[in-house]
T-cell receptor, first 114, second 117 residues
Framework: GAVVSQHPSRVICKSGTSVKIECRSL??????MFWYRQFPKQSLMLMAT?????????EQGVEKDKFLINHASLTLSTLTVTSAHPEDSSFYIC??????????FGPGTRLLVL | AQTVTQSQPEMSVQEAETVTLSCTYD???????LFWYKQPPSRQMILVIR??????QNATENRFSVNFQKAAKSFSLKISDSQLGDAAMYFC??????????????FGTGTKLQVIP
């Protein structure tokens, strides 16, 4: 099946700093990538959808200036959490789709903001 | 708006036995896709099985099969010959037909499956 990687897998940062998370589709071209947030023992919450070469579409309640998404190529999307605070601590998951009906997920990034 | 409901927060099954996880959804669309994803303790989301709404035949993947009841908007997952490695959170998910590139997937709240040796 299609492989999606995420980097880093775990990051700890100080409050007020910015953190960048990368999502890569390794063996297919991802026309669309998705960013999710998952709190412990809860389902996935879609944050935004990004199409290659265009601006991301954010879900209601997600601050676009807080969570910057860039999808500069067909294999790479980045999520930058700007001026991170402890409440931003969470598990962030990306997924990618090559235009087919199935999304393939990355392994996730655990963010801890101190 | 589409909603996906998983009414069983937790389930348990004896190893080698069969278990069925329930999922219902609400939509006004006629063409869509349904999925079951597995999330083990590693938290990597893994596609288990998918079903196209236009297909009457239930999807199967080895020990995993679904019971898709379109009129009832029900999409249950049956796991046969349960193995210890099947222990995980299982999420039911819905996506409407890819019209104009819209691909948002709606997830249920998940069912935690425990496999008892």
């Amino acid at each position: 099946g299609a492989v999606v990687s995420q980097h880093p897998s775990r990051v700890i940062c100080k409050s007020g700093t910015s953190v960048k998370i990368e999502c890569r589709s390794l063996d297919f071209q991802a026309t669309t990538m998705f960013w999710y947030r998952q709190f412990p023992k809860q389902s996935l919450m879609l944050m935004a959808t990004s199409n290659e070469g265009s601006k991301a579409t954010y879900e209601q309640g997600v601050e676009k200036d807080k969570f910057l998404i860039n999808h500069a190529s067909l294999t790479l999307s980045t999520l930058t959490v700007t001026s991170a605070h402890p409440e931003d601590s969470s598990f962030y998951i990306c997924s990618a789709s090559g235009g087919l009906e199935t999304q393939y997920f990355g392994p996730g990034t655990r963010l801890l903001v101190l | 708006a589409q909603t996906v409901t998983q009414s069983q927060p937790e389930m348990s099954v004896q190893e080698a036995e069969t278990v069925t996880l329930s999922c219902t959804y609400d939509t006004s669309e006629s063409d869509y896709y349904l999925f079951w994803y597995k999330q083990p303790p590693s938290r990597q989301m893994i596609l288990v099985i998918r079903q196209e709404a236009y297909k009457q035949q239930n999807a199967t993947e080895n020990r995993f099969s679904v019971n898709f009841q379109k009129a009832a908007k029900s999409f249950s997952l049956k796991i046969s010959d349960s193995q210890l490695g099947d222990a995980a959170m299982y999420f039911c998910a819905y996506r409407r037909e890819n019209s104009g590139g819209y691909q948002k997937v709606t997830f249920g709240t998940g069912t935690k499956l425990q496999v008892i040796p």
